[in-house]
């Protein structure tokens, strides 16, 4: 099982959980990442962190902390 | 259902995720028939638009763009309670307009079925079809109508486009009823919120709780695992609720649909079904320009160069194009002085105007091109989606002082002026991220110091060199001021962020909006918008605190208190001068005159050390001594307060060589080295005193339109005021160290 924060770019992947009931886990839920998510590593930012990410049509960035929390099924793409 | 009356004004909620066009849209409905205020209590701008449509007149209540309607802070709370008609200020809308972005419909339908469960008429606008278009993405409008049971209307808010149908459709809305309610919960979720409704409403009747319990609310307080609504919202009830939410949660997560993520869960399946059939892309995504755009944008290395070379261009173009304008404004400021010393005789008034109005006001006035051109640099940034961008390639950066990319921006502009940062700070959703970003701008080396910084380096700082001549002890000097503002403010951030404002990192989710090309009506409608508001907020707080300046420095004038010597010598070379005049030996009269203007500076200065100004520097004169400071030079700290550039004009009163002074005049330079303490032959100046002068510039808050800015960003007083005490305790002992340890370094 990998997470979303060890996905090289370009990969893509779906989203099988996401951990925690905190503002940040509710908030990437409510931006689309549930179970079943199809999701791609656009690319990363120059200092390494964050994270910019495809999903649903449109393009979100993230930080890699909160990468970590999605765990994601890499195998299905 | 009747038609109101065409005299009563429909109230229409406007609502949409951040990027939507929503800003567009509202000025598209209403034009110049805008309001903006503040909530009461909170940061959130409170706008308020108005058009007529066939004879009946609408107010429209924009709302902050959000993707969710989940209230977890007080500044979230406000759109549900004006949504829910929970708010005493606005009236409670007839119906919601929710636009909708047709290229990324599948998020932004998770908002509208929140809106769908308010039990109020929606209308949909359908905006960004165009980009949808471009993307190869086709959105069937009336599906989407059939299925959500609501009236959608294609739009182009940037064109204009769809505006009348979507009044018309705001129109029959407005005095319709709500569609049915429609929830995405499953059945068991719904059922919770029923008995919980009940409970909460039959409380309610009893006890004298403020507002009653809409189904939305209750589901909300359900769903919202962050404490927020529980301790706002269930003050009144006598009734243990608290635990019946948890017990309710509870057993929702036994029947499988565990708070918070039944919400995100259901309303996504929701989604899919209403857009199956609705949306249909392309099979291959469309690489689009902003992809390829994008691609270079935020590349590690090409993204990188990008940035440091847009924002550097950015400083060039507000100091090249600023400066010129400048001078313009400081020009006109002379004029109309001139003008002013023309036709009002000599005396208080003319003094009042001339030194209070027209040089505090004017002073001011100096800075507005800048403030213009950042407000402007801004708005293209925002409104062509780099603003996110920039978050996105300075977030790590950031995040080593507790804060976020998005403070970059505000803070990087107070290099040039702490107005437009301030501002900027807008787009920081976190209460506790913008309030720190606002609170350490005024503490970045902003263009309003320099002046200071080039007087005293180029009459202190030796001229020495190293290196070759490569590296200039002067341009150190310089820099190291810069550095110590930036170095003071990530402290200061660093601090606050542990202390008053602690709080768990907010998330940095943050979508990357497609770019697009600026639209030059929005951005230039920004500029002037943003630019009116400084002029009204800070002029009026200028203007008074310029005239109390004033009059501290000229009253209490008692010509009976100058020396005698010094005034009998005015008159009679004011006499020579006359004779001089109608005899026409030009180089007598020059003479003569040079003459007559020391005497009236020496006079000015009499005056000034007479004056409370004067006393109070005198006053003050133990405190700033161990800053290396005479009462003069706390007299100028203390005039710069309304606006620190002040101070050249009162070095140069105050030294006896009126207030023409600038910057560059070699002779206060010179006087202000060859100047000794008085009744002594010990210099007032030397390295350490000029140094600590220049910390003490570095970290005061010497501007009274960033304070008055600050509260109307912050909505509240407490904030500049605590700004002021910090920046000035800060500035006094940086003063102080800095002489304390240069003094015993260097040597007096
Ligand atoms: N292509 C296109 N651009 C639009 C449309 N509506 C608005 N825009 C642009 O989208 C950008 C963001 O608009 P704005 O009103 O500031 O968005 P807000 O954040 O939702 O208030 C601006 O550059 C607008 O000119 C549209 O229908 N099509």
Same mark, same amino acid.
């Given at each position: 099982?990998?997470?979303?924060?060890e996905?090289?770019?370009?990969?893509?992947a779906?989203?099988?959980?996401?951990?925690?009931?905190?503002?940040?886990?509710?908030?990437?839920?409510?931006?689309?990442?549930?179970?079943?998510?199809?999701?791609?590593?656009?690319?990363?930012a120059?200092?390494?962190?964050?994270l910019?990410?495809e999903?649903?049509g449109y393009r979100?960035?993230?930080?890699?902390t909160?990468?970590?929390?999605?765990?994601?099924?890499a195998?299905?793409? | 259902m009747?038609?109101?009356?065409?005299?009563?004004?429909?109230?229409?909620?406007?609502?949409g995720?951040?990027n939507?066009?929503?800003?567009t +849209?509202?000025?598209?409905?209403?034009?110049?028939?805008?309001?903006?205020?503040?909530?009461?209590?909170?940061?959130?701008e409170?706008? !308020?638009g108005?058009?007529?449509?066939?004879?009946?007149?609408?107010?429209?209540?924009?709302?902050?763009?959000t993707?969710?309607?989940?209230p977890?802070?007080?500044?979230?709370?406000?759109?549900?309670?004006?949504?829910?008609g929970?708010?005493?200020?606005?009236?409670s809308?007839? /119906?919601?307009?929710?636009?909708?972005? /047709?290229?990324?419909?599948?998020?932004?339908?998770?908002?509208?079925?929140?809106?769908?469960?308010?039990?109020?008429?929606?209308? !949909?606008?359908?905006?960004?079809?165009?980009?949808?278009r471009?993307?190869?993405i086709? #959105?069937n409008?009336?599906?989407?109508?059939?299925?959500?049971?609501?009236?959608?209307?294609?739009?182009?808010?940037?064109?204009?486009?769809?505006?009348?149908? $979507?009044?018309?459709?705001?129109?029959?809305?407005?005095?319709?009823?709500?569609?049915?309610?429609?929830?995405?919960?499953?059945?068991?979720f719904q059922?919770?919120?029923?008995?919980?409704g009940?409970?909460?409403?039959?409380?309610?009747?009893?006890?004298?709780?403020?507002? =009653?319990?809409?189904?939305?609310l209750?589901?909300?307080?359900?769903?919202?695992?962050?404490?927020?609504?529980?301790?706002?919202?269930?003050?009144?009830h006598?009734?243990?609720?608290?635990?019946?939410?948890?017990?309710?949660?509870? *057993?929702?997560? &036994?029947?499988?649909?565990?708070?918070?993520?039944?919400?995100?869960?259901?309303?996504?399946?929701?989604?899919?079904?209403?857009?199956s059939?609705?949306?249909?892309r392309?099979?291959?995504?469309?690489?689009?320009?902003?992809d390829?755009?994008?691609?270079?944008?935020?590349?590690r290395?090409?993204?990188?160069v990008?940035?440091?070379?847009?924002?550097?261009?950015?400083?060039r173009?507000?100091?090249?194009?600023?400066?010129?304008?400048?001078?313009?404004?400081?020009?006109?400021?002379?004029l109309?002085?001139? %003008?002013?010393?023309a036709f009002?005789?000599?005396?208080?008034l003319?003094? +009042?105007?001339? =030194?209070?109005v027209i040089?505090?006001?004017?002073?001011?006035?100096?800075?507005?091109?800048?403030i213009?051109l950042?407000?402007?640099?801004?708005?293209?940034?925002e409104?062509?989606g780099?603003?996110? *961008?920039?978050?996105?390639?300075?977030?790590k950066?950031?995040?080593?002082v507790?804060?976020s990319?998005?403070?970059?921006?505000?803070?990087?502009?107070?290099?040039?002026? /702490?107005?437009?940062?301030?501002m900027?700070?807008?787009?920081?959703?976190?209460?506790?991220?913008?309030?720190?970003?606002?609170?350490?701008?005024?503490?970045?080396?902003?263009?309003?110091?320099?002046?200071?910084y080039? +007087?005293?380096?180029s009459?202190?700082i030796?001229?020495l060199?190293f290196?070759?001549?490569?590296?200039?002890?002067?341009?150190?000097?310089?820099?190291?001021?810069?550095?110590?503002?930036?170095?003071?403010?990530?402290?200061?951030?660093?601090v606050?962020?542990?202390?008053?404002?602690r709080?768990? &990192?907010?998330?940095?989710v943050?979508?990357?909006?497609?770019?697009?090309?600026?639209?030059?009506?929005?951005?230039?409608?920004?500029m002037l918008e943003?630019?009116?508001?400084f002029?009204y907020?800070?002029?009026?707080?200028?203007?008074?605190v310029?005239?109390i300046?004033?009059?501290?420095?000229?009253?209490?004038?008692?010509?009976?208190?100058?020396?005698?010597?010094l #005034?009998?010598?005015?008159?009679?070379?004011?006499?020579?001068?006359?004779?001089?005049?109608?005899?026409?030996?030009?180089?007598?009269?020059?003479?003569a005159?040079?003459?007559?203007?020391a005497?009236?500076?020496?006079?000015?200065g009499?005056? +000034?050390?007479?004056?409370?100004?004067?006393?109070?520097?005198k006053? !003050?004169?133990?405190?700033?001594?161990?800053l290396?400071?005479?009462?003069?030079?706390?007299?100028?700290a203390?005039?710069?307060?309304?606006?620190?550039?002040?101070v !050249?004009?009162?070095?140069?009163?105050?030294?006896?060589?009126?207030?023409?002074?600038?910057?560059?005049?070699?002779?206060l330079?010179?006087?202000?080295?060859?100047?000794? %303490?008085?009744? &002594?032959e010990?210099?007032?100046f030397?390295?350490?005193v000029? $140094?600590?002068?220049?910390?003490?510039?570095?970290?005061?808050?010497?501007?009274?339109s960033t304070?008055?800015?600050m509260?109307?960003?912050?909505?509240? %007083?407490r904030w500049p005021?605590f700004?002021f005490?910090?920046?000035?305790?800060?500035?006094?002992?940086?003063a102080?160290?800095?002489?304390?340890?240069?003094?015993?370094?260097?040597g007096?």
């Open positions: 099982m990998s997470r979303l924060s996905l090289r770019i370009g990969k893509s779906a989203v099988k959980e996401v951990e925690g009931l905190d503002e940040i886990s509710i908030r990437l839920m409510e931006m689309g990442l549930i179970p079943g998510t199809q999701l791609t590593v656009v690319g990363v120059p200092l390494g962190d964050p910019e990410v999903v649903r979100l960035s993230l930080r890699r909160e990468a970590a929390r999605i765990q994601v099924d195998s299905e793409c | 009747s038609i109101a009356s065409p005299t009563q004004t429909l109230t229409i909620a406007l609502v995720n951040p939507t066009g929503k800003s +849209l509202f000025n598209g409905l209403s034009g110049l028939r805008q309001r903006v205020g503040n909530y009461p209590g909170v940061t959130v409170k706008k !308020i108005r058009y007529e449509y066939q004879g009946q007149s609408f107010t429209l209540i924009d709302l902050p763009g993707y969710s309607l989940a977890r802070s007080p500044d979230e709370m406000i759109a549900v309670d004006v949504l829910l929970r708010r005493d200020d606005v009236h809308p007839q /119906a919601v307009l929710c636009i909708v972005d /047709a290229s990324n419909l599948e998020r932004h339908l998770y908002l509208v079925s929140q809106v769908l469960e308010l039990g109020l008429p929606v209308v !949909i606008a359908l905006n960004m079809v165009d980009v949808a471009e993307r190869g086709a #959105v409008a009336e599906l989407l109508a059939e299925r959500l049971r609501v009236p959608v209307v294609v739009v182009q808010a940037n064109r204009q486009v769809g505006l009348t149908a $979507l009044k018309d459709a705001i129109a029959k809305a407005a005095v319709a009823a709500a569609p049915p309610l429609v929830s995405p919960f499953p059945e068991a059922q919770e919120v029923e008995q919980l009940a409970v909460l409403r039959r409380d309610h009747a009893k006890a004298d709780a403020a507002h =009653d319990w809409p189904r939305y209750v589901e909300r307080l359900l769903l919202d695992t962050s404490g927020y609504l529980a301790s706002t919202q269930l003050a009144g006598h009734r243990d609720a608290t635990a019946l939410v948890a017990a309710a949660r509870e *057993r929702l997560k &036994t029947a499988g649909c565990p708070v918070p993520g039944v919400e995100p869960v259901s309303r996504y399946r929701w989604v899919g079904e209403v857009l059939g609705v949306v249909t392309p099979r291959d995504r469309k690489r689009t320009l902003s390829a755009i994008d691609a270079v944008l935020t590349h290395i090409a993204g990188a990008v940035f440091v070379v847009l924002m550097a261009f950015m400083f173009c507000v100091f090249w194009i600023a400066e010129p304008a400048s001078q313009l404004i400081d020009a006109l400021n002379a109309l002085a001139m %003008w002013v010393t009002v005789p000599e005396g208080q003319r003094s +009042l105007l001339i =030194d209070g040089a505090g006001v004017g002073g001011v006035l100096v800075f507005l091109p800048q213009f950042l407000f402007l640099f801004i708005g293209v940034l409104d062509c780099y603003m996110s *961008r920039a978050a996105y390639l300075m977030d950066l950031m995040s080593r507790g804060l990319g998005k403070s970059f921006i505000p803070l990087l502009s107070s290099f040039a002026c /702490a107005i437009p940062g301030i900027a700070a807008r787009v920081i959703e976190n209460r506790r991220d913008r309030l720190v970003t606002i609170l350490v701008a005024p503490l970045m080396t902003c263009s309003a110091r320099l002046p200071v080039v +007087l005293l380096v009459a202190f030796p001229p060199t290196l070759n001549g490569w590296v200039h002890l002067r341009d150190l000097t310089m820099l190291s001021m810069y550095l110590l503002g930036i170095v003071a403010a990530v402290t200061v951030a660093f606050l962020k542990s202390t008053i404002l709080g768990p &990192t907010p998330p940095f943050m979508e990357l909006p497609s770019y697009k090309l600026p639209s030059p009506g929005t951005v230039l409608w920004r943003n630019g009116r508001e002029v907020r800070a002029g009026t707080l200028i203007l008074a310029s005239i300046v004033w009059a501290l420095a000229y009253y209490p004038r008692h010509e009976g208190d100058l020396d005698p010597a #005034v009998a010598a005015q008159a009679s070379q004011a006499e020579r001068v006359e004779e001089l005049q109608a005899s026409g030996d030009q180089e007598a009269l020059a003479a005159e040079a003459t007559l203007q005497t009236d500076n020496l006079i000015a009499a005056h +000034l050390q007479n004056s409370y100004l004067g006393r109070a520097g006053f !003050i004169e133990p405190a700033v001594k161990p290396g400071w005479d009462w003069r030079i706390g007299c100028a203390i005039a710069s307060f309304p606006a620190r550039e002040v !050249i004009a009162t070095l140069g009163v105050i030294y006896n060589l009126g207030s023409d002074v600038d910057e560059g005049s070699t002779p330079r010179d006087t202000l080295a060859a100047a000794t %303490w008085e009744g &002594t010990r210099k007032v030397n390295v350490p000029a $140094l600590s002068v220049m910390v003490f510039f570095a970290l005061c808050a010497q501007c009274s304070l008055a800015i509260k109307r960003e912050t909505n509240s %007083w005021l700004t005490v910090y920046m000035t305790t800060l500035a006094y002992l940086g102080l160290a800095t002489y304390q340890i240069g003094i015993r370094l260097l007096g």
